[in-house]
Each structure stands twice: as structure tokens, then as C-alpha cells.
């Protein structure tokens, strides 16, 4: 299968400061990558879906301002919690679409990011 | 309602069982179907697609229903190491949104 990195693995920031979390698709061009929000013992929750050289689109009740995307080239797309609080400390996933037939088009998940805010 | 249902669990089966989950899609023109697997604190691995046709691979099965709109994935001879979350994916085939449920979480006990 296709191959997705994220870095860092894991963060502990104090309160206020800015994270940047970057998503990058190793072996292919990802026009469309997604982030995701998972809280302990939850479902994945979609952020926003992050498209190469455009806006990111953001879910309802994801504030923009907060969780910059952006989305410069086919194999990086990085998200930047600013100002962040504890209520931030999540594990922040991102994915990759990957299509290579009209049969194939499928996401594949970076290994996430561990965010703790003191 | 939901655009993907999946019932939660936990199923908690012995070694050796076969076990079987089942997923429901509301819009009934998605076009592409998949399982992922998620182990605790870990990201979603894709684990299957499911083809009209069914598909198979190994001790894994994955059937599609598209007159009942639902999805299954059978796992027979349970290992220890099938203990995860499995979720059911959902693409549309329209737009740029993949629907996830919820999960159901299996643990395999010895």
C-alpha cells in the first residue's frame, strides 16, 4: 500500500504556543488530504480536508483560524494549532487519497500525532 | 440518520471463533467500500476493500449488499493479534468526503 508520514510523532507544548504537524504521501501525489481528530476511547472526527493548492475545507465546528491547512505541493499538507490549550491534547491523524484506477480510490492514514498541552 | 452504522461492540470471542461484523450505508449510490483496522493509540490501516463481487484474503472476508446497503467482513480462525477496532468506510464517489462509522472493537481471548 501507499505510503504516508507525519511528523512529529509526539508533542508536549505549553499553553499559547503554536504547533505545526506535517503530513507528507512518500511513494505518491495526493491532490486531497484529510485531518483527523481522535480523543481517547472515540471515533475518528474529520477536521477538514486539505486540497492541494486551494482552501482547506473545514467541518462544522472546526474554526479555521485556529487549525491552519495548508496545502502547497501533491506530497505535503501541514496543519498548525495555534495558540493552543489543553483542550487541544488530541491525537491528530492525517490521511492521504489515493487513486490510481476508477476502482481505486482509497485514503491512506499518516501515523498520527500525539498532542499534549500543558 | 447516520451515513455509516456499525455496531459498536465489543464482541469478545475465544481463539479459533469466526466472527462477522456487519456495516450499514445510507446512500445507496456509494460507490466503493472498504475495512480499516485501528489498534489502540495507533492510526487506521486499510485492511480491505469490498468488491460487488465479494473478496477475500486469508482468514478474511469482506461481502458487499448493495440491494440492503450494508457491508460485512467475516474473520475466521481468530488470532490473538485480530484484537482491534475495525471500521467500515464508505466513499460516495461524489465530492471529496469518506464516511467512517464508528468502529467495532473485538478482542480475541485465549
Known amino acids: 500500500g501507499a505510503v504516508v508520514s507525519q511528523h512529529p510523532s509526539r508533542v508536549i507544548c505549553k499553553s499559547g504556543t503554536s504547533v505545526k504537524i506535517e503530513c507528507r504521501s512518500l511513494d505518491f501525489q495526493a491532490t486531497t488530504m484529510f485531518w483527523y481528530r481522535q480523543f481517547p476511547k472515540q471515533s475518528l472526527m474529520l477536521m477538514a480536508t486539505?486540497?492541494?493548492?486551494?482552501?482547506?475545507?473545514?467541518e462544522q465546528g472546526v474554526e479555521k483560524d485556529k487549525f491552519l491547512i495548508n496545502h502547497a505541493s501533491l506530497t505535503l499538507s501541514t496543519l498548525t494549532v495555534t495558540s493552543a490549550h489543553p483542550e487541544d491534547s488530541s491525537f491528530y491523524i492525517c490521511?492521504?487519497?489515493?487513486?490510481?484506477?476508477?476502482?481505486?480510490?482509497?485514503?491512506?492514514f499518516g501515523p498520527g500525532t500525539r498532542l499534549t498541552v500543558l | 440518520r447516520k451515513e455509516v452504522e456499525q455496531d459498536p461492540g465489543p464482541f469478545n470471542v475465544p481463539e479459533g471463533a469466526t466472527v462477522a461484523f456487519n456495516c450499514t450505508y445510507s446512500n445507496s449510490a456509494s460507490q466503493s467500500f472498504f475495512w480499516y483496522r485501528q489498534d489502540c493509540r495507533k492510526e487506521p490501516k486499510l485492511l480491505m476493500s469490498?468488491?460487488?463481487s465479494g473478496n477475500e484474503d486469508g482468514r478474511f472476508t469482506a461481502q458487499l449488499n448493495r440491494a440492503s446497503q450494508y457491508i460485512s467482513l467475516l474473520i475466521r480462525d481468530s488470532k490473538l493479534s485480530d484484537s482491534a477496532t475495525y471500521l467500515c468506510v464508505v466513499n460516495p464517489g461524489t465530492g471529496n468526503q469518506f464516511y467512517f462509522g464508528t468502529g467495532t472493537s473485538l478482542t480475541v481471548i485465549p
Open positions: 486539505s486540497n492541494e493548492g486551494s482552501k482547506a475545507t473545514y
Open positions: 469490498v468488491y460487488s
Open positions: 490521511s492521504a487519497r489515493w487513486r490510481m484506477w476508477e476502482s481505486t480510490d482509497t485514503q491512506y
